[in-house]
């Protein structure tokens, strides 16, 4: 078999794993040949792509990124897409089957795709651990671990000048990196999307940190929202072109907290350097057990399927019934963590 | 209620936050009391142990080993051994139950006090990963992560001589931290105690890579036997009292490798830095939440059951149950693995 | 001799291993008795400091931020300042010297008190390495090390996008965190507050980078500022208070040199992370041998000098002759790194 | 001009950078040529090289090991060894001159070589910082960093269990590496080859630190004798090959230390993990510098020089006055950490 390979959307630690592991059992266990498609679905709608030897995914395990490239492209727009335009060029360059490492975007355009009779299999990749169909993703955990980090180094800092510090990880929808960082780094209050807060609620779980003579150190999670809306609008200013702008939840809180419980506070937006880098060993073995069991499911033909992790196990289960449930934070988790705030 | 904690056999990383897990959850949820036992079951028996306050456990989920200390003490034992002395000793002090942190020894020791009508709640500690009940326990991820570390420091060094490494990591009984670590540094060869191998094997296995222009990295768990034990005697000194020795595995291989193929060959045995230092963010969480869960299971009057986690929760099992049963890789995980190989 | 120990201003990873230094040196040597004054010259001046056995510096080579606390106080202000009301505290409390751990600020208020009677040695402390007296400062290697660790990350990143990243570092005055990180980093061009440029001469070496089929990666000092301010005008926004703000560099340089090239650009700022966690080896071994020659100085009653590394060796300078000259970056270091930019 | 590069004798951390600064600096400033030499003085033997084009730095600063290679191939030896078959080789290939990376041996190497007629320039390379004409050599602070987090990993179980840890670092003939390592981690007690002890004094060491209640922590160089050879004597085995053997100085020490002083000892040896893997910021960063100072040193046709270390300054010293000299530990800095033992 000749194999397409691509990964489509926000990168993230791993997804070179997925792309060795994939190639290395494909090679070795089944003889397959394989093309890796350039920055995603726009490779794939352009018909543009390379081949991938076994001496070039050599390395590969530890290195940040993806060597394919990356974008956002629908591969329903755009002439060359939608499944005849897409099939013609699979045809016409003799792949017979495409892996897809995406998000729910990219897994749900394969489950279409799939559908109208393309040969596709999926990979879930999400560093905010957002797809309820697996356990974890990759890229998470090595997100959590720079955020840890980061966290134990604002510690120190904040105590010796007895400051305030907020720090925003990623977590559009969900807070999990947020949930774990904070767990890990002993966050006074941990602030997610699935669970706002008000903003006297926050400052209570401060006060009460800093009446106990420490430090307060909170994590917030980008997605994050007051209950109390007001507040946060009363902050905003205009941005780099004269918009009204909101920053980020960290860049509001910090003024209101000191504002209003006078402990000096600074915030810190670790951005994009929770997505970058070398990933950690947990990454790097699920990322490579995915994609071995990716090439199990393309020579067992089961498209319109994803690769999963339930437990210790790797699983392959349809895509249409994956996607579409978001993994939020249930309550039972907040609660246990909430019991080490303030 | 008034609990007490101990830590028993050989220390690991993720102890000290499963302590403060558990004092702040009993602490701030139920008002609890606590007093930690010195050195594991010593404590117990010699009635030895000291008051734990909140303040006490301040910054600890990362902090590596334990503030209790450790032994390797039977409870049965001594003087003040035994359920009938244990118990009393507990009424004395006003001590309404324990939560023992530690192995299958610990572990099976806690089941047979409770037997006897102790209350006591197990926290299962592995770092070799080998106690069935649990996915992982805490510390392998950390272990992993810094045998990972190892490896692709050693890669660099091998290339550069064209020299084979035999990295020599801990797994007296499983191989679950060379299958991650080697899986993860992308090893040319993983040695496991569940998957003896001949030394014909793995040279062809090394060879193979020379082959391909590379420096072959073996990775090899301490546990590990060869199916040839003729080869391994050929090989064996004296030790630092004029006694046979065999050394550790790595350091028998190395010579081996060298001799028959000719290819430079070093080992290195990465020994107690693997069971030391702060632990890794994932194992901070698992850490945290289990000793939670233990005040749950102590206030649930669980007696004689484990905390253990399944999939993303955190279970309470019967240790009875739970103890007995070796968490061998199973073969799938290491015919997965093998396909990297050579 | 009971000697006082203080810290001042912003802290940075290595005070507590000086401190450490200091105390195990005047303990085991002169069998000296120690306090700290809480929270830099505040403690000093309200009379508040508190006794440092030799236990209580254990383990604080690693530890970063400070124990004693920080402020920005001036001696020379407030009812108990001044060098008057400072002798009568010392006397009334038999404390004989004072060790000032500080900056700029710090050095020159203790050489006027030193003027004025006072006995105080100075250790410099400056993060960003802006002290023309010593070769390095402690702190300033780490912030180095987390900043190029950064740049390795956003990196990878980058390149899987294809695009250019403005990392912001710490560097007011000078620009050694970006010229070290960069270099370390591989930047693709170094901004730095010696060496103002124009926008059009960082667009064109970001061109240059695309053009060679790569992801511009920019490190930039806080302190930087273009030539042409006039561009930097028309991008300021207002702040959180709807007062004219300008925002980091980074984060006015990124949609500049987006607007500019074309080329989709991100920021990320640092910040805090920098100063935070533990020192690195470098600096550990530097802030422990300053600590314990801040000793000698005062055993040699060297009153009004400071310790300051010069080569491999620590030396004693008077701080008269060591303050007001800024450590900027030479030409012919920034024509150096330059020669790698574009 | 063409210009050959080599690296030679055992890796270290930063020689890819040193590479990568050369090709650098040699084609941006002078459109210079490169070929790299295989496996050090092979290479030029055998004349065995391959080109060395920009792009094939890319990324080169932050990788462990050399893509050169090495080997300990002596350039006198062999049939197209010595300075007239070099030459020949040279002039055929159109190679104008040299760049040498190694220790004392290519330098010296290098050096008759260059009072042959030959274009050959220096750059000093030795882990162990063993050469006295540089402040610092690249990969010595990368070693250091590395034994400095292993000690701190090492003594958090020693501390747990109450135990004395030897640990072993590199350093044959100077101590280097364990005093900076020793110093940061807070051993109580350096052994180096400068400095030879008695295993009486050093078992006074450990016992006075388990007096206070703390678990002993001893850091030793590889190349350690004790004064009383004795000892280590009457502790020897065989080897794989029934040879008498000493085993490294760690391995003797931990069992005396035990007999002697009744506390539990271990022993680990960090061996190849202190030489692989990224360099650190600090080494990339010198490294570089070397690396584009040994092309000005080609240009300005400096033959028989090697690029120096100086306070912060990189300076061009003659190899003759260079080499020749071990740059030993110097009693006042052995003394200063000295006050720190026990």
Chains 1, 2, 3, 4 share one sequence.
């Not at 089944?30 to 490779?43: I, L, T």
């Not at 892996?99 to 109208?116: C, N, P, S, V, Y």
């Not at 651990?129 to 180094?153: C, H, K, M, P, Q």
């Not at 997505?275 to 393309?298: F, N, Q």
Request: include cysteine; charged fraction near 25%.
């Amino acid at each position: 078999m000749k194999i397409g390979l691509l990964t489509s959307g926000g990168d993230c630690p791993g997804l070179n794993a997925v792309i060795r592991g994939a190639v290395l059992k494909g090679v070795i266990s089944h003889d397959a040949e394989f093309v890796g498609f350039r920055k995603g679905w726009k490779g794939v709608v352009e018909g543009d792509f390379m081949p991938i030897e076994r001496h070039d995914v050599r390395g590969l395990s530890k290195q940040g990124g993806t060597i394919l490239g990356s974008s956002r492209t629908n591969p329903f727009e755009g002439e060359g897409g939608g499944p005849e335009n897409i099939q013609r060029m699979l045809d016409e360059n003799g792949i017979d089957a495409i892996i897809a490492i995406g998000g729910e975007g990219t897994l749900t355009a394969a489950r279409r795709l799939t559908d109208a009779g393309l040969n596709i299999v999926g990979v879930p990749k999400t560093i905010d651990n957002d797809l309820a169909a697996t356990d974890y993703s990759f890229g998470f955990d090595t997100a959590v671990e720079i955020a840890t980090e980061a966290i134990d180094r604002l510690r120190t800092t904040a105590e010796s000048h007895g400051r305030c510090i907020v720090v925003e990880v990623m977590g559009r929808h969900v807070g999990w990196i947020a949930l774990h960082s904070g767990m890990a780094g002993g966050a006074h209050a941990i602030l997610i999307p699935e669970q706002p807060q008000s903003i006297d609620q926050i400052c209570e779980w401060v006060e009460s940190v800093r009446d106990r003579g420490r430090a307060p150190l909170v994590v917030v999670a980008e997605g994050f929202h007051l209950t109390d809306m007001e507040e946060a609008h009363s902050h905003k200013g205009l941005d780099a072109f004269n918009r009204p702008r909101l920053g980020g939840i960290a860049e509001r809180l910090a003024p209101m907290i000191e504002e209003r419980t006078g402990i000096e506070s600074r915030d810190t937006v670790l951005g994009h350097i929770q997505r970058g880098g070398a990933p950690s060993a947990y990454d790097r073995v699920l990322a490579t057990r995915l994609g071995m069991a990716a090439i199990d499911a393309v020579y067992a033909r089961a498209w319109g399927s994803m690769v999963t992790l339930r437990g210790t196990d790797i699983k392959t289960v349809s895509i249409a019934e994956a996607v579409g449930t978001l993994n939020v934070v249930p309550d039972a988790r907040y609660d246990e963590a909430r019991i080490l705030f303030g």
